[in-house]
């Protein structure tokens, strides 16, 4: 097998991936507590800061969620868009922050925010023990 | 002769005409707990027939699209007897994409959907938009991803109707979920109007300008995205080159002086009425003053300092045309000739 197909076949199972999430719709699967693990950006991946090593979000059956950003709590809600495969979180001020799923297990959640300042930044989460 | 005429002339009307592109809605239900409600009939209100125009290509659902719509409802709220009958109004859809900064296009779904009982009463109308960025290159992409959002949009409706029932109606007709965690709004309480994504324009100007003691010009590259209300802040690259007038540079101890320099500038263009903007900068030219001295002894001088302007510039045609510029400038500059000066400029170029 030639290098280029190789190459090929990676992309088309990449590309592929990016629908599993919305095809197989395990909505419960996000119910949880989701510890901030760490950030990838271009393969390379960076441990949490020493603000943010208590970082998680708990999503709720309920459609609230609970989340510390920098030893800050917050409360909100969420809306679960399968389709569109992201989650768009609602804080107290009805501020909204969407967040696409990149992945999510029963172990791991990768989100990236539709923020400037975060593009091309992945987000992994791991679940709570 | 004339049924060659005839031939041609209906090649070149098909040419004008729209191609068109049919979406395919994926089929991929989404969860929605407890609903006692499902959508018997979709209408679709809309004056126009297709979804959106994108590169000259006409977009639409294959079977119509209200059949479309209903068939997505369907899939996550199938008919039973105990549901109620909810019918919904499409008053909006419209499938949109664009270049909107110097390195990123976005692609938009503008919806409006209304809600009505099956006796004709408005529950509910959520406006929305569903929108995504993607790289400038990336046009294969979005033109993959478009049903997608149109999904994604349609999705974000149902769950706004579902929220907005619990929190906002005491006697509601959909009866649903825990009505006391219902304590946010999806929608803002004025609902939005649609707004054209933007148009993004690419300038490359020449600017002409001229003062009391230089004469120079300007060559710019500037990108901006357009807007009927905001203040647009363009992307400018700029080089230009002034030259000092012969007598007032001689009673400076010099026989010439050249002035090179790169611009770096903030820009605020405001929208006046189509096509006429009014243009005010501020700007840091970095640069280098070659001067010679009346000996022919050749010197450089480090050039840095602060500019502003304020003009008019006219941009005739949207796709592709001619830009014309008017305006004041003033300028603070570390030159060996006159550090504070004021001056006209000139502007002509071309947007595409």
Known sequence: MSVWTIAITSLFIMTAK????????????????????????????????????????????????????????????????????YVLMIDENGEKIK??????????????????????????????I | MKEIISIL??????????????????????????ENFYISKVFDDRQENYLGVIEGNKLHFENGTDT????????????????????????????????????????????ELSFYTESGEEL????????????????????????????AALEY??????????SNTPNNLIENRNADKANYTLEE??????????????????TKMTDRYNEGWNVAYTGFLDSENDLIIPFTLAYGQSRGKLDL??????????????????????????????????????GMEVLRDLAGKRSTNFLIGLGAHQGVKIILWKDFGIVIGAGLFQRWQTSKIEKRNFGFELELGINF
Not at chain 1, 22 to 36: C, R, T, Y
Not at chain 1, 48 to 61: A, G, L
Not at chain 2, 75 to 104: C, G, H, M, V, Y
Request: with cysteine.
């Open chain 1, 18 to 85: 990016s629908d599993i999430y919305a095809q197989q719709g395990e909505k419960d699967v996000i119910f949880n507590k989701w510890h901030l693990d760490g950030y990838v950006v271009d393969g390379k991946k960076y441990t949490p800061s020493n603000k943010e090593k208590e970082d998680y979000i708990v999503f709720r059956e309920d459609m609230t969620l609970v989340s510390k950003s920098e030893g800050k709590e917050e409360e909100g809600t969420y809306l679960l868009n399968t389709n569109g495969a």
């Open chain 1, 99 to 128: 967040a696409y799923i990149i992945s999510i297990s029963k172990q791991f959640l990768i989100l990236e925010y539709d923020i400037n300042e975060m593009k091309d930044i992945e987000v992994h989460y791991n679940r709570a």
């Open chain 2, 9 to 34: 002339f209906a090649i070149s009307s098909c040419t004008f005409c729209f191609s068109q592109t049919t979406i395919d809605l994926k089929t991929v239900p989404f969860e929605i707990k407890n």
């Open chain 2, 68 to 111: 479309t719509i209903k068939k997505f409802m369907d899939t996550t709220l199938p008919k039973t007897n105990d549901r109620i009958p909810i019918t919904i109004r499409i008053n909006n859809l419209k499938i949109e994409q664009a270049q909107t900064s110097i390195e990123e296009r976005t692609a938009r779904v503008y919806i």
């Open chain 2, 124 to 151: 509910y109308k959520v406006v929305h938009y569903e929108d995504q960025a993607f790289p400038l290159s990336d046009l294969t992409e979005i033109n993959e991803t478009h049903e997608q959002r149109v999904r």
């Open chain 2, 157 to 166: 409706c149902l769950w706004s109707f579902i929220d907005h029932q619990t």
């Open chain 2, 189 to 206: 309480s004025n609902p939005q109007t649609y707004v054209p994504l933007g148009k993004w324009f690419n300038m490359l100007t020449f």
């Open chain 2, 249 to 286: 540079v001689r009673e400076r101890g010099y026989s010439s002086v050249n002035a090179y320099a790169l611009g770096f500038g903030f820009n605020g263009f405001i929208k006046i009425i189509p096509s006429l903007y009014v243009d005010l900068g501020l700007n840091a030219p970095i």
